[in-house]
């Protein structure tokens, strides 16, 4: 049992205990650090003016991904290594006798890294405030060796808002780095001193006792189960990307806290039996790499999920135990048919996704159950799925509306069909009366027609800030329509 | 200078962005008896402030101020050109967290645990949305003015 988080931040160890522990990674930088580039702007995980770059142990290397650190608590990162904007600087030793006279163009040596220079060569900031966001950002696409183009900056920095450039000057810098000048952070933050650290220290579990309540972080499922036990009122976080919105917005209550963070063997994403099988607390980011070509519709629909750092945070298992009626990956399970695995001090049973909601944000797990795995059968040959997800904005957005379609076919016969949508009800719902129709009908544009004015009248929407329900009901017939097309593609 | 003429200079502070050293307000180091400031909005979209009662939230521990409109002297408008825009809630409510009451404490917990104690008597009314709304009711905007031919 060890007493203290433990973490690097550019190259320097802390140990964490008391009060602080509980405390979000900005508010920890910039109160107790004073590193104060990093910047709070939304404190919700929005705009990505904090991000920093998260080191975790994968294997005998660290993997770095930006993250908000405005919504990730200190309780998330034991046995990291967090890079800021400050540790992000030039990685050359300057040279005195290299100066040049000309005083109005800024200086090679000068402390700034490819990335930063380029930012300013090319004027991409102007009030300055998002600005180490996207150095940030853009030093953890280099580590990653993205080519940086118009395509790659669009999805990358999607995370990353700035309200004054317009964007077009920090594309640009982006493109004119050269790769070859920004060093692997490996090499500038050597690792082998941080992993022999973190192998020694991942032999414990956490326990830290705060003003507010205990922060456990356990490495085991069962310790998980048997820190639940023992303190039953506790919240119990992995990604931290709902709860720390609710918590920066003063809407949760101090208390205990359980860490997944640490837990061995609970993010493994695999194939087995044409199943695919998710640990609960693989992120994001990990499904959508290893889905991109095995499930493209999915994959498309992932990458609209949020920003990247979030899908560096966010899991899955939290997505569907939150149970928001636009919980963007529900239509997918629920039409795959999805099994989740829960599990307690009396053992694991296996749940479909079909009978895991009860109402709105409510499931039949019991208050000592977790999602420790999700199963979903891959589409066969004979089938097809289609996924959409409405909302104003292309990323970043809560949805309007949401659909999933899936089919199973004999030739041009649909002999078998599952609809979920969201955004319409309490939760995200299958479209029985639609299911029914379809069974036995040819796969055509009129029959999806037939199938959306069914569905009309199996919903009802309301009229909120994203949408109202007339404008919903239109969608969700225009969307099974629209999903013949999806569905036709071979 | 010449050099100067033709050329996309760097922003002056370009360096200082980059770095995440340009210090912003939030930034600097805290002077010493430096006060921590929150407020209290208006919790409708339009209505009437009936009263204040700031006397709890006076009492609660790491406060040293609340501030109303009543003690800013008669100087309650402030504008960039036209001072026509109130600091704080005298009476009308035009939306939605308009400041009303304004704290400062020893700690930001203190001066928002703060917000709790000030109580606020609200009516509340429809606010007006859209132009035609606002023409119906005779809401504008400055002064009338007419053209006539």
Redesign the interface.
């Known amino acids: 049992m060890r007493d203290s988080i433990v973490f690097y931040v550019n190259g320097d160890r802390h140990e964490i205990r008391g009060a602080d522990a509980m405390m979000t990674m900005a508010q920890w930088l910039r109160e107790r650090c004073h590193l104060v580039g990093t910047k709070v702007v939304c404190n919700e995980g929005d705009c990505g003016a904090c991000s920093v770059l998260v080191g975790r142990v994968a294997g005998d290397q660290l993997d770095y991904r930006p993250i908000d650190s405005c919504i990730m608590f200190l309780f998330q990162l034991d046995k990291t290594h967090v890079i800021t904007v400050e540790g992000l600087g030039s990685d050359k030793v300057p040279t005195p006798g290299k100066v040049q006279a000309s005083d109005d163009h800024v200086e090679p040596d000068n402390g700034l890294s490819a990335v930063q220079q380029a930012m300013v060569d090319c004027h991409g900031s102007q009030c300055g405030f998002c600005t180490p966001g996207f150095v940030t950002t853009l030093h953890a696409m280099l580590e990653k060796q993205t080519p940086l183009d118009d395509g790659s900056l669009r999805y990358g920095l999607s995370g990353n808002l700035c309200r004054c450039t317009g964007y077009l000057q920090i594309v640009d810098a982006a493109k004119s780095i050269d790769p070859a000048a920004v060093s692997p952070l490996g090499e500038r933050y050597p690792e082998q001193e941080m992993l022999a650290d973190f192998k020694k220290l991942g032999k414990k579990n956490v326990r830290i006792e705060c003003p507010g309540g205990n922060v456990l972080i356990p490495r085991t499922i069962k310790q998980v189960v048997s820190a639940r036990s023992a303190f039953p009122k506790a919240v119990l976080v992995a990604g931290a990307t709902d709860y720390g919105v609710l918590h920066n917005h003063g809407k949760t209550e101090t208390g205990d806290v359980i860490s997944l963070c640490n837990v061995i063997d609970f993010d493994t994403i695999k194939i087995a039996d044409n199943t695919l099988q998710i640990g609960g607390g693989a992120t994001w980011t990990d499904i959508e790499q290893f889905v991109q070509k095995r499930i493209p519709q999915y994959h498309e629909i992932l990458t609209r999920f949020g920003s990247p750092q979030i899908r560096n945070a966010g899991t899955l298992a939290g997505n569907l135990a939150g149970g928001s009626p636009i919980g963007d990956s529900i239509p997918f399970h629920l039409v795959m048919d999805s099994t989740l695995d829960l599990t307690g001090p009396l053992g694991t049973r296996s749940v479909k996704l079909s009978e895991f909601y009860l109402g709105y944000r409510t499931n039949v797990m019991a208050n000592d159950e977790f999602i420790t795995s999700i199963a979903t059968p891959l589409p066969k040959a004979d089938e097809r799925v289609a996924l959409f997800k409405i909302s104003k904005r292309r990323d970043m957005d809560i949805s309007t509306e949401t659909l999933g379609v899936w089919v199973k076919l004999d030739g041009d016969t649909i002999t078998a069909a599952r609809l979920a949508i969201g955004g319409v009800g309490s939760i995200v719902m299958r479209i029985k009366q639609a299911e029914e129709f379809l069974v036995g009908r040819t796969l055509s544009e009129e029959t999806m027609q037939q199938a959306g004015e069914i569905a009309r009248g199996q919903i009802t929407p309301w009229t909120d800030v994203r949408g109202g329900a007339e404008y919903r009901l239109q969608l969700a017939e225009n969307l099974l329509v629209k999903s013949f097309y999806e569905l036709s593609k071979a | 200078m010449a ?2 003429i033709g ?5 002056e ?12 307000i ?2 600097l ?1 805290a002077l010493r008896g430096e006060l921590q400031v929150d407020f209290v909005g208006a919790p409708c979209a339009a209505g009437r402030l009936n009263r204040i009662d700031t006397t709890e939230a006076e009492k609660m521990p790491g406060v040293v101020a609340v501030f109303t409109h009543e003690d800013l002297d008669g100087h309650n408008l402030f504008g960039p050109i036209f001072q026509d825009e109130p600091f704080l809630v005298a009476d009308d409510i035009s939306y939605l967290g308009q400041p009303v009451a304004v704290i400062a404490a020893e700690t930001r917990e203190a001066a ?1 645990a703060a917000r709790d104690g000030v109580v606020l008597d609200v009516t509340q009314s429809d606010p007006v949305l859209t132009i035609d709304d606002a023409i119906a009711v005779e809401r504008f905007i400055g002064a009338k003015r007419t053209i006539q031919t």
């Open positions: 050099k100067a050329r996309a200079l760097p922003h502070s370009a360096v200082g962005h980059v770095t995440g050293t340009a210090p912003y939030d930034d180091p928002r």
